[in-house]
């Protein structure tokens, strides 16, 4: 198993030109970032048509917390949000560049198991499955857009397969 507890300080700093008169120029936003991850690994050994395969199964449980900061008068350069995926349930920041830092106090809840040949280490196929719950709304957002007010994310998965050595497939979808 594994626990790995983050804290870090994440600044952005502004210097404008060019503004408005009486619109501040140089603007900027600092909060901590709080998260922990976890997850154990069990696994056995068992044989399909005589070849020999280890069978995992991996819970995880990941805890965010990002205060909450107004940051209606910050700029937006090039922020997006990502698409929702199962990767995304693990992201500290849901925005993609760091004109914004969504606020978050949730845990994520997933698991994932596996079918790895014992001979090669190869993984031959992963199914993973997912969901965040939310304790408190999302109030940070981009322009023009409405708060989150959800008790919980979609549920999002991923199934992938190594079909040969140079062949595999992977599929994800969520559920609302």
Excluded: C
């Amino acid at each position: 198993g594994f626990v790995v507890p983050s804290l870090s300080l994440q600044h952005t700093q502004y210097w404008l030109q060019d503004q408005a008169p009486g619109v501040n120029d140089s603007l900027s936003r600092t909060a901590p970032i709080f998260s922990v991850d976890s997850g154990l690994f069990f696994e056995r050994e068992f044989e399909v048509a005589e070849t020999p395969l280890i069978h995992t199964l991996e819970p995880r449980l990941f805890y965010l917390y990002i205060p909450d900061k107004n940051q209606k008068d910050l700029p937006i350069f090039d922020t997006g949000e990502y698409d929702f995926s199962f990767y995304q349930l693990f992201r500290e920041n849901r925005f993609t560049s760091a004109d914004r830092l969504g606020d978050a106090n949730q845990i994520t809840l997933a698991l994932t198991s596996r079918l790895i040949d014992q001979a090669s280490g190869m993984e031959r196929l992963r199914a993973s499955i997912g969901e965040i719950f939310y304790f408190d709304d999302q109030d940070v957002t981009l322009s023009n857009t409405a708060p989150t007010n959800r008790g919980k994310s979609n549920l999002v998965g991923e199934v992938y397969s190594r079909l040969t050595n140079t062949w595999s497939v992977r599929s994800g979808g969520q559920w609302n």
